[in-house]
């Protein structure tokens, strides 16, 4: 028990830590597609590199945000029955729903994506458009990274819910 609510706490620290930390994204994106738009529309010149700091800091967001969202259960989930159901009904549904759909798809997307992931730092490639930033290697990273914290994140929250079947809580 003991091994688990460290592994679950641990999880939770990272995806807590990583989706505060990439939600100061957002100001910065709006910052930089406020400049982009201004020197587009206003002086006619534009930026590639601009146009890849907002993609970029767009992807890192949404994708190192994920199981921070899963915490916080931010997901999309379809509430016709679940929102009925008591609490150890719903610890059921969210333990199958992690253990049974979302653990084996971050794991098919971490297999699915490792040698394009590879081929990328292989060439260390950058952006395909004249002008872009380089580092598109460490982009492509992010998703790996994130289904494989996504995935750690699924298992703490069954752990979690496991411990709510139980009747038991884990101790913080």
């Known amino acids: 028990m003991k091994t688990l609510e460290l592994f679950v706490r641990l999880t939770d ?3 807590e830590f990583l989706g ?6 957002v100001p910065l994106l709006m910052l ?17 590199k601009f146009m890849d700091i907002e993609t970029n800091l767009y992807i890192l967001n949404f994708m190192l945000a994920a199981g921070w969202t899963l915490i916080h259960d931010g997901h999309v ?16 549904i969210n333990i199958f729903g992690s253990l049974v759909f979302c653990v084996p798809f971050c794991i098919l997307v971490i ?4 040698p394009y992931v590879l ?17 598109t290697f460490l982009i492509k990273t992010s998703i790996p990274v994130t289904f494989f ?21 884990v101790k913080a």
Do not use: H
């Open 111 to 114: 297999w699915t994506s490792w």
């Open 149 to 169: 914290l996504l995935g750690m994140q699924a298992v703490s929250q069954a752990i979690k819910n496991l411990f709510t079947v139980m009747g038991k809580e």
């Open 32 to 48: 930089v597609t406020v400049y982009d738009v201004l020197m587009r529309y206003i002086f006619r010149a534009t930026s590639v």
């Open 77 to 92: 989930r379809v509430d016709l029955v679940y929102a009925r159901l008591d609490q150890k009904k719903k610890a059921w």
């Open 13 to 15: 620290a990272v995806n």
């Open 20 to 25: 505060k930390a990439v939600s100061w994204f």
């Open 119 to 135: 081929d990328s730092w292989r060439v260390l490639e950058g952006s395909p458009d004249p002008g872009g930033l380089p580092g």
